[in-house]
């Protein structure tokens, strides 16, 4: 194989340098001569001042995989967040996993062009895990040849990493997993009659600090059911649509961030257009439409979901937006859930909604773990799981941690979900000294 050369630009930015790089890779990996896509990375390396020129220390690779899925990778600047200490071992792979960031879109314009509903969700079928890892694959090859390369994945990314050493364990020399160990057969069901207790309670710890925002959402779920609110970017503003503000809950910042936005929600009795302003940036699916797309089909193996998380949460009335509405209870936010609605209320999937009714009675899904190359796994592995974890249930992820040969979890409730960028490198740190037998 030539030696590969990248053709994007190179700079510099406070003590690194980037290169972009952009790949060619099979829409289906099992059609290598078919449709082709492309698939953006950014390859950000310490610079040492210490050596002239522009040509940094060459160090291993580490290849990030995003939570999502559907959307782009960090975008950064200088050694910010986690990075810094990524930077210290490795030279880092921002991959914009395909249909995100600056690889080929999937979106409401470029699927236009399949004019059936069911070839979008045939082509939308091709972006889950088990794609992605074989794009890194073919990625690798290219960068480091018959050298594997080190893996870390935040969230759905970990999902991806489980999904890396399951299809292609010889590309992994080390994985490093944060809020993302998925159960390896859990059903979307199995999701979210886990996750939609964790949300309830996350809502009566929100209450708990904030008791002044149970009457100020219960007064906005109560207007919006007596009004019709457009947003700022088209979208139908309806009282389920603003329960979904409450994914914010899962974030370490996230309960304060949901309290700035309901205290100034109203102004001379009517909602404030600051106020949906802010709401419509929360809830638009413009910056990621794969997010709404595939969130239920990333669970999938075999069967289909059918709006799984619609279906589960007629098990748990205490969500029923109209008992705030009509009654004195609090109202309760949701979580990490995509319904059917939305593909009615957001103006980016409107045009997909049809296509995403194929995707959630589609069947045959293909399996995205493989148990037994887990147990023959011979990558060191070390993840963080959350314990109190609003979007991967711990539940889930400790018997997924039994389940891989040599990794090594560290189970704590210090951190929330996004830990990883929280802790300014120190979750990272702790892993990769987990993985290396230290810590």
């Known amino acids: 194989m030539a030696a590969y050369q990248p053709t994007g630009p190179v700079y510099r930015q406070a003590g690194t340098i980037v290169t972009e790089h952009t790949f060619t890779v099979p829409l289906d990996h099992g059609q290598p001569d078919g449709e082709q896509i492309e698939v953006f990375a950014r390859e950000v390396a310490a610079a040492d001042p210490g050596r002239p020129g522009p040509a940094p220390e060459v160090k291993p690779w580490l290849v990030f995989l995003q939570g999502g899925p559907g959307f782009g990778a960090l975008r950064p600047s200088g050694r910010e967040s986690w990075l810094g200490r990524a930077l210290d071992d490795f030279r880092v792979l921002l991959l914009d996993q395909r249909g995100t960031g600056r690889s080929t879109p999937a979106s409401r314009h470029t699927l236009a062009r399949l004019v059936t509903p069911q070839a979008q969700a045939d082509y939308l079928a091709h972006f889950r895990a088990d794609a992605i890892v074989r794009d890194a694959e073919l990625i690798r090859r290219q960068l480091a040849g018959d050298e594997p390369w080190s893996v870390l994945g935040q969230s759905f990314g970990g999902f991806c990493a489980v999904s890396y050493l399951s299809l292609a364990p010889a590309g992994v020399r080390e994985a490093f997993i944060t809020g993302g160990l998925p159960g390896l057969a859990a059903t979307a069901d199995d999701v979210y009659r886990l996750t939609y207790p964790i949300v309830a309670e996350r809502n009566q710890q929100h209450y708990a600090r904030y008791p002044q925002d149970a009457d100020r959402a219960r007064d906005i779920a109560r207007y919006l059911a007596s009004h019709e609110v457009v947003l700022p970017d088209g979208g139908q503003l309806t009282v389920p649509a603003f329960q979904c503000l409450g994914r914010q809950l899962g974030a370490s910042t996230g309960s304060d961030t949901l309290h700035y936005l309901l205290e100034d929600a109203f102004a001379a009795g009517i909602l404030t257009d600051s106020f949906l302003a802010q709401v419509a940036a929360e809830l638009s699916f413009a910056p990621a439409p794969l997010y709404a797309l595939v969130h239920e089909a990333c669970y999938a193996q075999g069967a289909a979901t059918r709006w799984a998380a619609d279906r589960v949460q007629a098990e748990f009335p205490e969500f029923d937006p109209a008992a ?23 103006p980016v999937l409107r045009p ?49 941690a039994r389940a891989i040969r040599g990794l090594r979890p560290w189970v704590t409730n210090e951190y929330q979900h996004d830990g990883l960028r929280a802790s300014n490198g120190a979750v990272l740190g702790r892993l990769i000294a987990l993985a290396r037998g230290a810590g």
């Not at 773990?369 to 109190?388: G, I, K, M, N």
């Open 324 to 346: 705030a509405v009509d009654g004195d209870i609090p109202l309760l936010f949701t979580g990490e859930m995509i319904y059917p609605w939305m593909f009615r209320t957001d």
């Open 352 to 400: 997909l909604r049809d296509a995403a009714e194929e995707l959630a009675a589609r069947t045959g899904w293909p399996p995205l773990y493989d148990p037994a190359r887990l147990a023959a796994s011979q990558a060191p592995a070390a993840a963080a799981v959350y314990f109190e974890d609003m979007y991967v249930p711990a539940e889930l992820s400790l018997p997924t």
